[in-house]
């Protein structure tokens, strides 16, 4: 895949974006995650709430939640909701058989909880996310802070590299208080099973591999638009 630079990568981003705000429908409660991609989708969903689209949201992280109220788009409390009807997202890694690595901003706890409550749960990308074998990202992994060496050590038994996330000189903390390990394993053979073997570690809240969770990619490369289902 030939190299893009920064304007066709936001480009590509948006033209997703704007493909996936196609199956929201007047009355559903939307998932909202987080990342430079969704961001797009979440400003255009505020125009067409200025337009009149009637629509309720839940939000994977406080700078979503700020950016949706500011957008004039109502925010729900997660904590209190049974399903959402669609979820928009974005990846840092997919395969076409839909096993994703998510987590680069730090979220992952909250856009797996939205993923796993809604009915329909879609993922926008631009073409540099399509991979196939996930692993060239490192694994986020969102630990209690009291359990982070007894995590790192349990990562490191299953042949994985353990760092901790920094945020410049201080421990990068997720909006739930806690830490992130970026856990390298290299390329993963079997993300199902790795992340089977990442929920048993005790300390561990949640990691970035979302296995079997998705409904659709919507993959934009160059002017083309490409849904993996």
């Known amino acids: 895949m030939a190299t893009i630079n920064q304007t066709e990568q936001n ?43 009637k629509i309720t949201a839940a939000a994977s992280s406080i700078r979503t ?29 997919f395969t076409e058989t839909l096993d994703l690595i998510k987590g680069g901003g730090g979220a992952l706890f909250r856009e797996k909880i939205i993923a796993s409550l809604s009915k329909n749960t879609i993922v926008i990308t631009d073409a540099s996310k399509k991979v196939k074998k996930l692993g060239a990202f490192t694994v986020p992994v969102e630990v209690i802070p009291l359990a982070y060496q007894y995590v790192s050590d349990q990562i490191n038994k299953l042949g994985g590299k353990a760092i901790l996330r920094l945020a410049g000189e201080k421990h990068y903390i997720t909006d739930n208080g806690n830490l992130i390990i970026d856990a390298d394993f290299g390329l993963i053979a079997d993300p199902q099973k790795l992340s089977f073997d990442l929920n048993q570690i005790n300390g561990v809240l949640a990691h970035g591999l979302f296995v079997n969770i998705t409904s659709k990619v919507i993959m934009s490369e160059g002017k083309d638009i490409i849904i993996f289902e």
């Open 65 to 93: 939640e700020e950016l949706a109220i500011s957008l004039g788009i109502q925010i729900l409390d997660l904590g209190s909701l049974s399903e959402i009807d669609i979820s928009i997202d974005g990846a840092d890694e």
């Open 11 to 53: 480009a590509e981003k948006l033209a997703a974006a704007l493909a996936a705000v196609k199956f929201v429908k007047d009355g559903d409660v939307v998932g909202l995650g987080t990342g430079s991609t969704t961001t797009f989708a979440i400003n255009e969903l505020g125009k067409c709430v200025k337009d009149g689209l």
